[in-house]
């Protein structure tokens, strides 16, 4: 899309952030796991480095779940990398809640829980959001859906009056209601 620009300094200035933005948001990203690493490795209740490493190996499984449709593009686009990340962010965010509340009270809980929850949320939204123009940019489409099938649609049968059937009127046949006479 061609823009109109008249301060050529300021073309040039728009034009490299539109180039970088992707480089930008994917580092965002991996620095969002690497937080999230951190933290999760803070409130485990074993030794530090441990931690940190068993973290970092659960945050890297997340980046290739989570990009795995750019791993080997096809036609087809997997809807499980969203509802991972969605609940790899869920986890993250109990983890965050559960650790907390051991080293903080009342209201430095809440800011602490929010400022941190903002961040492990943030990264979810950069993740999505880049995932999807990703997929969009590689042209992948979501799967196709299975088309539904079509019912007949249903036919009432006709209902006959006992006229048309036996060619009597309805004041020969015997009902409950009426008393039988000979």
């Avoid at 990398?81 to 965010?93: E, F, N, Q, R, S």
């Avoid at 929010?114 to 489409?141: M, R």
């Avoid at 019912?151 to 060619?167: F, L, M, S």
């Amino acid at each position: 899309m061609e823009k109109n620009f008249t301060n050529t300094q300021f073309k040039w200035t728009f034009e490299s952030i539109s180039d970088n933005i992707p480089t930008i948001m994917l580092l965002t990203i991996v620095l969002t796991y690497g937080i999230n690493a951190y933290l999760t490795a803070i409130f485990l209740p074993i030794d530090f480095w441990l931690a940190i490493i068993a973290a970092s190996i659960l945050q890297l499984g997340r980046f290739a779940v989570v990009f795995m449709d750019f791993l080997n593009p096809t036609k087809g686009r997997s809807t499980y990398p969203p509802k991972i990340a969605l609940g790899a962010t869920l986890v993250a965010l109990v983890e965050i809640f559960f650790g907390l509340q051991e080293k903080y009270e009342g209201g430095e809980f809440i800011t602490m829980f929010l400022f941190v929850g903002t961040i492990v949320v943030f990264g979810y939204l950069l993740e999505i959001n880049f995932v999807d123009k990703g997929v969009e940019a590689y042209g992948i489409n979501a799967p196709e859906a299975k088309p539904k099938r079509k019912r007949k649609p249903r036919v009432k049968p006709e209902v006959k009056t006992a006229e048309e059937t036996t060619g009597t009127t309805a004041k020969n046949f015997v009902s409950s209601f009426k008393t039988i006479t000979l």
